[in-house]
């Protein structure tokens, strides 16, 4: 069962405008939220995180929001540049008994194509 | 420090031979993490160690896989006898301690066994 869900295989945005990629969770228990970018033949780069805690968190022209209620959150890249075509995954971890974190589970990821 | 360093990038093998990968974590990291992933799908959890002791193993790894770190520091994977659904990306990261910390991910390595 997948518990990281990213439902939208790609997405095509143009230069300029808002890119908005979406994830879905389904383990309650999950306690904190990453984002990572990843481009090709290179390792998956770590962007923007959200602790459970809060619904908002933004770091310059990237914001994540979190809707623990829907078991939801979006990342919104604005304005979108065409450097920032690539995959992004959503991840998540959960605090386990004992207080030590779990692993990240990723989803599947987003094509993000951002054209000029 | 360079970040995680993974060696070699890509490795062609034929079935039934063995592989061993390296990864070089970030030194000040106690925590070190192997995904694996294939196309089209997101990096799935294999292991991990907490300096030299290896705290979780993932159903995805076989008896023929086999991961150390000695003395705390680089990480091996070695895999026996490849398959051909052997072949995918494998990722090393590194992260300190801590709830909050992200991980810190190398560039992989590419194995195609043919």
């Known amino acids: 069962d997948q518990q990281v869900k990213q439902n939208s295989p790609s997405l095509s945005v143009q230069e300029g405008r808002i890119s908005i990629l979406n994830c879905d969770y389904t383990?309650?228990?999950?306690?904190?939220f990453l984002w990572y970018k990843k481009y090709p033949a290179e390792g998956p780069t770590f962007l923007i995180s959200i602790s459970s805690i809060k619904d908002k968190n933004e770091d310059g022209r990237f914001t994540v929001f979190l809707n623990k209620s829907a078991k939801h959150l979006s990342l919104h890249i604005v304005p979108s540049q065409p450097g920032d075509s690539a995959v992004y995954f959503c991840?998540?971890?959960?605090?386990?008994?004992?207080?030590?974190?779990?692993?990240?589970?990723f989803g599947k990821g987003t094509k993000l194509s951002v054209k000029p | 420090d360079t970040g995680v360093s993974q060696d070699p990038r890509h490795k062609i093998t034929k079935r039934g031979q063995n592989v061993t990968f390296r990864c070089d974590p970030i030194s000040e990291h106690n925590r070190l993490y192997w995904y694996r992933q294939t196309l089209g799908q997101g990096p799935e959890f294999l292991t991990y160690?907490?300096?030299?002791?290896?705290?979780?193993k993932s159903r995805l790894l076989s008896d023929r896989f086999s991961a150390e770190r000695p003395k705390g520091s680089f990480s091996t994977l070695e895999i026996q006898r490849t398959e051909q659904g052997d072949s995918a990306m494998y990722l090393c990261?590194?992260?300190?301690?801590?709830?909050?910390?992200?991980?810190?991910f190398g560039s992989g390595t590419r194995l195609t066994v043919v």
């Open positions: 990261a590194s992260s300190p301690q801590g709830p909050s910390m992200g991980y810190t």
């Open positions: 383990n309650s228990m999950f306690d904190y």
């Open positions: 160690f907490q300096n030299e002791a290896q705290l979780e």
């Open positions: 991840a998540a971890k959960r605090r386990r008994d004992g207080g030590s974190q779990g692993n990240l589970i």
